[in-house]
């Protein structure tokens, strides 16, 4: 198993507030969860917070474009997602500041539904998790941090690879699965594959424009 444990971390810039905070808010929801698993109450949780594509394209619930960030599926899914957002987002903030990280990460959130909308716009089952965003989180660290070392754990064995490479495999692991799961019975996978590579464009996108700040802060640093 290959897990991404650290990076090179930016020096100075701003303090990652957010970064951390939507790591604590979604583990506090998640125990949240939890709890309800151990009632009848979670399946009531899980529709009425869940985004179901149908219901946003029919026009309601897209509060839930935003309460499903923060829902989980289980161990593994929280667990994953939280050590990536960990890892990748904040160099992120830390270099463009935290007003425009948190819009960054919500709009992320809301190309990756998007994304996985478009492709299943009748789709009843519900879907949850982070991944959109800390998809678009990865594709904009991509741009700004190509040449950052990412620390991993391959089996038992720490070792350290470019933040290009790394990035560059997940996101062709993520177009291939997406391709193999638009069939008949791509919903019965239970990944929202679209919706990773959807956040993960978008993030590309922005990370071009936050190169700018990233630029900015070098000047400043060798000054």
Known sequence: MIFPIGDDQVKGGHFPLFSYA????????????LQLMQSSQFDGFLMEYGAIPAAITSGSDWHTLFTSMFMHGGWGHIIGNMLFLWVFADNIE?????????????IGGLAAHAAHIFFYPESIIPTVGASGAIAAVMGAYLVMFPKSRIKLWVIVFPVRIPALLFLGFWIFQQFSSG??????LAEEVGVAWWAHIGGFLFGVVAG???RQFKLEAAIRHSV
């Open 22 to 33: 939507f790591i604590a808010l979604n583990v506090l929801v998640f125990v949240y969860q």
């Open 94 to 106: 830390a270099t463009v500041g935290s007003l425009k990280f948190i819009l960054f990460y919500f």
């Open 179 to 184: 391709m193999a799961s638009l069939s008949a």
């Open 208 to 210: 071009v424009y936050f």
